[in-house]
């Protein structure tokens, strides 16, 4: 689990402990301090003030108005409602810095409980013209994420899950998913 980092190849163009506007802005990646189930994890990855869910803003355009953010651990709302620290430490900081494209890479998400819907709701609502997609995640993730109807609120599967996305530039990556986005919703935004 500790060697198990966030993508590194684009922090030559984005840190997110140098982004003034994000709560990590500041932070020194220097030791394992963070555990997941008493078990280290890599130093690279942020806290938001969940004990099984963790994240890395691997990218933030805010004149694009998108955001690229990497998951790791174990997406808990039942016991430890990690959907209201994730809105609240994060997402509502970007939203307020005019972010609405969010991409959520999912790919070291090891398993989902959920609960109620309200925050993700919310989120879907704030974006208005906006999208959330939901990239990478497991298939049996998508089967929870499903059960407790948040397909409704993210967005997944067919041309969304860009399996070589490590090769693109974010800005790429993000003008792919829009136009999926745009297609699937039949909007102009």
């Known amino acids: 689990m500790h060697e198990l980092a966030p993508f590194e190849k684009w922090d030559s163009v984005y840190n997110p402990a140098e982004d003034e506007r994000l709560p990590f802005f500041g932070t020194t990646y220097d030791g394992y301090e963070l555990a997941l189930y008493n078990h280290f994890i890599h130093p690279l990855w942020d806290f938001v003030g969940s004990e099984t869910l963790y994240v890395k ?3 933030v355009d805010y004149e694009e108005g998108f955001a690229i953010v990497e998951l790791l651990g174990e997406w808990n709302d039942t016991l430890h409602n990690d959907i209201m ?3 609240r430490n994060l997402i509502d900081v970007l939203l307020y810095e005019g972010v609405k494209k969010f991409l959520l890479i999912g790919e070291n998400i090891l398993n989902f ?3 109620e819907d309200d925050y993700y709701q ?3 609502d704030e974006v208005e013209d906006g999208w959330i997609v939901a990239m990478g995640f497991r298939d049996f993730v998508h089967v929870e994420l499903k059960k407790f109807r948040l397909d409704y609120y993210l967005n997944w599967g067919g ?3 860009v399996e070589n996305w490590r090769t693109f530039s974010p800005g790429k990556l993000i003008a792919h998913l829009d136009g999926v986005m745009k297609r ?3 909007g102009n935004f």
Do not use: M, N, Q, T
Request: charged share 30%; net charge negative.
């Open 85 to 87: 620290h994730l809105k």
């Open 57 to 59: 803003v691997l990218f």
């Open 184 to 186: 699937r919703l039949g």
């Open 159 to 161: 041309e969304l899950e």
């Open 113 to 115: 409980h959920g609960a």
């Open 122 to 124: 919310e989120w879907f």
